[in-house]
């Protein structure tokens, strides 16, 4: 019997296609992925890594990759904001603190890291905040020591899960820098001191008074307090520790940092012609004392980088 032509013409295609299937079959496509699959652990595992050898453009890739997969990974946005502060790109880091907060706020994965991962955002947000006042002080700076607080607020003994040379010490001289760059220097030097106590003491332009001073000016006074102003000759006082009339002690109201008034108030209202004892830190050269302050925070900030 004669096969038709068309139903041969028809069959060998359906041959040619399946022989073409099987070989197919043989070879491995570059668009299925093969391997063990990569799981976001892994992903933050990797990211830890390269920050941990400065290789940040790396550490971003695999945290992004990271939060990609599971967008309520907290410590991926966490690993890439640090990896972003390092990197310079502050504001990115900044961004990406945001998620961590906003993720925390919402009660997202396990909450007994909750406290460790507000810490390691607000010692970032520090550093940024660092990095991104030299182009605006006034907004940035107090915002370095509002997160430095909040760091230690929370962990007194901070140390950062990743790089034990960040810790406490590290936001302190954060903190030292930002009051001296918004020329609060009495706050700086305050600050600076809780590394050491010793540098209060120590500073060799910084002169410990004590000085009996007739009250000149009287202000404000009430039924309840009265308000003076002392005037100490050829001060430049750098902090003013009590001031007592006969061992009672007044509260000081406030004073001028490189100044020589201070004003204060209490009970027994004071009276003209009454004397005042002073206890005061001053600088007898107030730019000398400018000049070591910032020499010291510097020295520290060698120490304890970000």
Not at 5 to 14: D, P, S
Not at 63 to 76: C, H, Q
Not at 122 to 149: E, K
């Amino acid at each position: 019997m004669m096969v038709p032509r068309t139903n041969i013409i028809i069959g060998l295609i359906v041959i040619f296609a399946f022989t073409a299937f099987m070989a197919g079959c043989d070879r491995q496509s570059d668009d299925i992925p093969t391997g063990v699959p990569v799981s976001v652990e892994s992903l933050i595992g990797d990211g830890w890594d390269s920050f941990t050898n400065a290789d940040f453009s790396q550490a971003v890739t695999d945290f992004s990759d990271a939060y990609s997969r599971d967008a309520t990974s907290i410590e991926a946005y966490l690993g890439a904001a640090w990896s972003y502060m390092r990197d310079a790109k502050y504001s990115l880091a900044v961004s990406n603190i945001n998620n961590v907060f906003s993720l925390i706020s919402l009660g997202t994965g396990d909450t007994a890291y909750h406290a460790q991962y507000k810490t390691e955002g607000y010692a970032c947000l520090a550093g940024a905040y660092q990095g991104l006042y030299l182009g605006d002080i006034d907004t940035y700076a107090p915002l370095v020591v509002q997160n430095v607080d909040n760091a230690l607020m929370i962990d007194p003994s901070f140390v950062f899960s990743h790089d034990n040379g960040v810790n406490t010490n590290t936001l302190l001289v954060a903190k030292a820098d930002a009051y001296y760059v918004q020329d609060d220097f009495l706050n700086a030097l305050v600050t600076i001191s809780e590394l050491d106590d010793s540098i209060y003491q120590n500073t060799a332009i910084l002169v410990a008074v004590t000085v009996d001073i007739v009250v000149e000016t009287l202000f404000d006074s009430t039924t309840v307090y009265g308000y003076g102003r002392l005037t100490i000759p050829d001060a430049q006082i750098i902090d003013v520790l009590s001031i007592t009339k006969s061992n009672v002690p007044y509260q000081i109201d406030g004073f001028t940092q490189g100044g020589n008034q201070v004003t204060f108030y209490g009970t027994p209202i004071p009276q003209s012609g009454d004397v005042f004892t002073v206890n005061y830190y001053n600088s007898p050269d107030y730019t000398a004392f400018l000049i070591e302050l910032r020499n010291i925070i510097d020295s520290y900030r060698y120490v304890f980088p970000f």
